[in-house]
Structures are given as C-alpha cells and as structure tokens.
C-alpha cells in the first residue's frame, strides 16, 4: 500500500525534518502517528498525500513510485486518499451536507443516496442540528468534524488524519475513532496522527512513533503498554 525507503524531507536549507525514514503499511492495517509537537508528524502525512515531494528517497503508494508519477496524474491518485488537515478546506459557499456530499456527487452518486449517506454520517459526528448550517457559522470544532465526515464518505483506500480530534471533548473524540475503525474494517488504510494518549491506549494499533525525526514502529500491545 505504502513504502517508504530511506525517505529524506529538508524544507528550504533548513537540515532534514525527516531522517532516512523506511516503513511499510499493509492494505488495510491501521496506525496511530506519536511524536513531540514538531517532530514532523504533519510532513510525514503530506508527503503520504503527495503535498510535499521527499528530498531523497523512494515513496511507493498503490503500487506506483511516485517520483514518476506526473503532475497530472496526481488528482486521480488523491481521489482514492481521504484527508483530514488542519486547515479543513471546506467551500464555505456550501452547506455541511453538501462539502460532504463533494466527493460522492463527483464519483456520480444519485442524490436520494447521498442525502441519505450524509446525514446519516453527520448525526454520528454529532452535527445532526446543523446539516445545513455554512462552514462559517460552525465553530472550529465542528468544522473539523464536517471535514472529518467528507474524508470518509466514499470509503477511500487510504485515510490520512492530523490530530482529528484536537478540538472536540472525549465523546465526540471516541465516535470519531469509532468511525475510523468502522472504515479500517472495511478495508481502508488509517493512518492518525494524534496527541491523546487515551485513544491511543483504547484502540490497540501500532504506532509509528517519530522522535528528532527518525521513525520507529512501535507493535500494537507495546503501544497499548507505553
Ligand atoms: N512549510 C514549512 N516550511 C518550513 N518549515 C516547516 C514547514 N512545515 C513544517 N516545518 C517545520 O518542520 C518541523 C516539523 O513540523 P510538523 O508540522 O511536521 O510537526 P508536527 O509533528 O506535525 O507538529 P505538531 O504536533 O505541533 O502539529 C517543524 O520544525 C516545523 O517548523
């Protein structure tokens, strides 16, 4: 699913934020990603997302290096991958429903359905109050949550989330992860970067642990310990 070998990021001349990484995820597999804040957990995701490209080393994801990969081929590639960033990206001239209808009305879903799909996944993220609501009249909090439920609509081959439940309290935190387990049963690749520790001891995953940015990969029940 993803590979990285000897994997490299320097921003501008600054040295390295990211050291000789190597590491595989296997389709499928779900893992938290732990470090200090600035250790470089956001750079790894992006460059997952194919945002940044390495200064050296070899990322292969869905099979294809990247290094080879065209600008142009990059938004068909992005389709398959659900993101959740920190600056959340909605169109503010939508509703909530409609910025998380954005990716099944792409993919030419009917509209019963997706009305249906999306309000069924926004009351779950808590904002069944607010289906129509603009992005800007929602708080921090709930906007990330629509960003949240948009990211995992059409079930994406791969998803990658940055801290997603930095702004909510614990209940909506653990229906978040909730969400995410249910999409990782269906066959999706999870990747979360997060601060809290609690989630990470309640869902027993892996962790790929970032520290002066080198990484290591720390297995499931030695997460759940420490
Ligand atoms: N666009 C950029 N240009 C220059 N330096 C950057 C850029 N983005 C990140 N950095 C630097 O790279 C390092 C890693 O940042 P990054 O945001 O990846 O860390 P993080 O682990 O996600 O932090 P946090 O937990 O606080 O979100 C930091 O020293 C940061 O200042």
């Known amino acids: 699913m993803i590979r990285f070998e000897h994997v ?4 501008g001349v600054e040295s390295e934020v990211l050291r000789d990484i190597s590491f595989t995820l296997t389709p499928g597999s779900f893992h938290f990603m732990t470090g200090a804040s600035g250790a470089g957990k956001s750079s790894l995701l992006k460059l997952m997302y194919l945002a940044h490209r390495p200064s050296r080393g070899i990322i292969t994801l869905f099979g294809r290096d990247m290094s080879r990969v065209t ?4 938004p068909e590639l992005r389709r398959q991958i659900g993101v959740v960033f920190q600056d959340f990206a909605l169109l503010d001239h939508l509703s909530a429903l409609d910025n998380v209808a954005l990716p099944l009305r792409m993919a030419g879903a009917t509209d019963t359905d997706t009305v249906e799909h999306c309000t069924e996944i926004l009351r779950w993220v808590g904002l069944g109050h607010h289906l129509h ?6 708080s921090g909090g709930q906007q990330q949550r629509v960003a949240i439920a948009r990211s995992v609509i059409n079930r994406p081959r791969l998803l990658l989330a940055d801290e997603p439940t930095g702004n909510v309290d614990d209940g909506i935190g653990m229906r978040l992860l909730y969400l995410f ?4 049963k269906l066959g999706t690749t999870v990747v979360i970067a997060t601060h809290n520790e609690t989630l990470i001891r309640r869902f027993n995953h892996p962790r790929l642990h970032l ?5 290591q990969v720390v297995p499931a ?3 759940r310990g420490g």
Do not use: I
């Not at 600008?71 to 990059?74: D, F, G, M």
């Not at 387990?181 to 990782?184: C, N, P, Q, W, Y």
């Not at 520290?211 to 990484?215: E, M, Q, S």
């Open 71 to 74: 600008r142009a081929e990059l």
């Open 181 to 184: 387990e249910e999409l990782h």
């Open 133 to 138: 609501a603009k992005p800007s009249t929602l």
């Open 8 to 11: 490299g990021l320097r921003y």
């Open 211 to 215: 520290d002066g940015g080198r990484l």
């Open 221 to 223: 029940a030695a997460a």
